[in-house]
């Protein structure tokens, strides 16, 4: 099966259809994909270049009539490309599956397929989840048995940027109840972006420093300096393969900290308890909505606070996201509003608050 | 809402119902229950006291015209009675739910009316799933992703008895592909408990100690006379408390080892890791379903074997244990066999595998 593709040596094909089965009408799972680049509202500006789009894979699942609709989105710092992610859809043999509803063998063997590609996973397992929850007819926060109304707010994201554009940026964000504020250069300007952002609003922060701070003393005295301003947490403050030096961080630390790029998949969250007050689950890094919920129930059972995060994808991998919102201490779901032209439609922001309708599977519709 | 029920000094009722709610007809969840004596088909004798029955507790809970059916069993030596069940069922009050599928939020309100009471919480959750299972059409090992054909064989238990009673039990067991033999008690005795049944077969047999063995060399050495005799591995061979000979003995047993009262529910987990190679989940000490369901995540992710296990219930518990089994590395789902009156039929046993039907819910009938 895996002779007719090759992962080592993605060919860069522009569109792809696999597993196209006609035995017996449409009982066999059929999985399309096909690029789409999402033009960005707001050109990003790091290091002196200039970003306009994120690259984008969308899939579909077809059973039976019904077709559920996935995503993958690739940021350029996450390794994955259009072309990785199609040559790895290209090897999924969805046909050898007559029943959509084994999630549990049939996305293990997606897993297996190769190591890493966790969009390209997701985006298998999102459309997957929507083909299934409306062969149902339910959405997935019900099947899940949450409470839709538990749903939190959602922060908007102010990136690193001149005093100006902070500015201007907080007081677009005026429907938000939190903001997510990016920090993590360097002393004067992480003071910068703060003291902007309140010389605008006194409303909660979130700040998410990448990685940023390299000494733990120096990030102490920074979180320190954080907790007298209203801000709620702190994500991934230092590298993330710093464990000691994070677990110490926690435990004098006077804010949450919350692990983002130390946090990639289920396997990572036992060596995480007491190193972390919580951890961010993305869809695209935990490849998909099944092992996103596993997630949930390991945080759970560790008493660690649970985030929901994105990338900058369409409405399609945003409403799966938030299918898991209620069950979530945070979310932080704006990627859907940071494209141009998204193409589809599914969870709302009503207030700043992540708002689930009633439509079954991840509740989206195609624009 | 307590006020009206006392957990403390439950008043024995003999039948009760509670939340009769007929506001627009039954679009309120209602909870109804009563006492059930299971008569046992084969009577035990312990330290000279007989019993004939295991005392029962059934629910169901209805909703919209459809009822779910759930069960609380109660052997003696775990603390519940009948008289404790309906106290705590008394004071459970499901009107203040609108919306049946709010499992997550329903069933941790129902887990904190009171501390323990896991069988009479069971009941509960399994009506509850029951009836949701019924009104989504599908049952839960298929809303769970299970692939139903996974279901492993059960194995039947053989209890402590003379050669004879013992001989006897073994040839009756014939159509079970694994067995399961108690022991614990002395070196004689269990080796004749061993000795008796490889008198009659070679089939491979599972052993559980319930915590007979003291000292961790005695039971190494009990193990590695085992390990010659086609067992597959020890459930609980030491007190529940003896976590760290217990570890010693894990790391030095040619046998997995599988707790059995070392875990009772999803917080006992992280500290077992290292402690023993799996876990006995069963309903009655986890309280249900859902729960259940997040043990086996949590395994998953510290790489513990998983096994099913059930109390003498009627096949309306075990067939709800039995929409788990698909994930499960081993069974011990006999527990129906053992009523003489069982009142429902659902999971059945096909040459000693369990075998799921299609139905929804936890797929039973009340007979």
Redesign the interface.
Same mark, same amino acid.
């Given at each position: 099966m895996l002779a007719a593709c090759s992962l080592a040596d993605p060919v860069p094909v522009l569109a792809g259809s696999n597993n196209i089965a006609r035995m017996g009408g449409s009982k066999s799972l059929q999985l399309t994909y096909h690029p789409f680049d999402a033009k960005l509202v707001h050109p990003f500006t790091v290091s002196g270049n200039t970003r306009t789009m994120t690259p984008i894979v969308l899939t579909e699942i077809s059973y039976d009539g019904v077709t559920g609709y996935g995503e993958a989105s690739m940021p350029p710092y996450l390794g994955e490309t259009q072309a990785s992610v199609m040559a790895f859809l290209g090897c999924v043999n969805l046909k050898q599956f007559n029943?959509p509803?084994? $999630?549990?063998?049939i $996305?293990s063997y997606v897993d297996k397929i190769a190591i890493n590609n966790t969009a390209a996973k997701a985006s298998v397992d999102i459309a997957l989840h929507d083909l299934?929850g409306k062969l149902? #007819? @339910?959405p997935w926060h =019900? $099947?899940? #048995? &949450?409470?839709a109304a !538990?749903a939190p707010v959602t922060t908007f994201t102010i990136g690193i940027d001149t005093e100006t554009v902070v500015r201007e940026k907080t007081l677009e964000a005026a429907s938000f109840k939190v903001l997510k504020v990016k920090i993590g250069v360097d002393e004067v300007t992480d003071k910068m972006m703060i003291n902007t952002v309140r010389s605008v609003t006194d409303k909660p922060i979130r700040v998410d420093a990448n990685q940023g701070w390299k000494d733990k003393n120096y990030a102490l005295s920074m979180i320190e300096w954080l907790s007298e301003r209203n801000v709620e947490f702190v994500e991934q403050p230092m590298p993330k393969h710093s464990i000691d030096d994070m677990a110490w961080l926690t435990e004098h630390s006077p804010l949450p900290t919350i692990a983002d790029e130390s946090c990639q998949r289920?396997?990572d =969250?036992?060596r995480l !308890?007491g190193v972390f007050d919580g951890i961010n689950i993305k869809l695209m890094k935990c490849t998909g909505m099944?092992e996103a919920s @596993?997630m949930i129930? $390991?945080a759970?059972? &560790?008493g660690m606070k649970r985030m929901i995060g994105c990338m900058t994808e369409t409405s399609c991998a945003v409403s799966a996201a938030a299918q898991l919102a209620?069950?979530m201490d945070y979310a932080d779901l704006d990627g859907n509003l940071l494209i141009a032209n998204d193409c589809f439609s599914g969870m709302k922001l009503v207030d700043g608050k992540i708002t689930l309708n009633d439509e079954a599977g991840i509740g989206v519709r195609r624009l």
């Open positions: 029943n509803f084994e $999630l549990e063998d $996305l299934v149902v #007819g @339910k =019900i $099947l899940w #048995g &949450y409470t !538990k289920l396997a =969250i036992p !308890k099944r @596993k129930t $390991l759970e059972a &560790y209620p069950q």
